[in-house]
Nanobody, 115 residues
Framework: QVQLVESGGGLVQPGGSLRLSCAAS?????MGWYRQAPGKQRELVAT??????????HYADSVLGRFTISRDNAKNTVFLQMNSLKPEDTAVYYCNGRYSGYDYWGQGTQVTVSS
């Protein structure tokens, strides 16, 4: 079993920034962030995988250049730095961890971008 606990969501004005954190109960090589807006399917935001000492990051086109995913392996924590936020980034953001062939999800954290 893997537990994922997210934090850092909130209300921010367009153009603002937020930083999400996700703490895992164990070391997981492949982690990521997904989001789900009202009435829409859950979509990938960014993923990060560890291969030895190198981290491999992947981003959705819609967030490339604005969001940065990173991780602190010593603390089993992954971060999502979100800059230049837009109203269309409004969604519930979910942390994902893939371990032993299973997908684990956090409880979600609301991000609202509005003036």
């Amino acid at each position: 079993q893997v537990q994922l606990v997210e934090s850092g969501g909130g209300l921010v004005q367009p153009g603002g920034s937020l930083r999400l954190s996700c703490a895992a109960s164990r070391s997981i090589s492949s982690m990521g962030w997904y989001r789900q807006a009202p009435g829409k399917q859950r979509e990938l935001v960014a993923t990060i995988s560890t291969g030895g000492t190198i981290n491999y990051a992947h981003y959705a086109d819609s967030v490339l250049g604005r969001f940065t995913i990173s991780r602190d392996n010593a603390k089993n924590t992954v971060f999502l730095q979100m800059n230049s936020l837009k109203p269309e980034d409004t969604a519930v953001y979910y942390c994902n961890g893939r371990y032993s062939g299973y997908d684990y999800w956090g409880q979600g954290t609301q991000v609202t971008v509005s003036s």
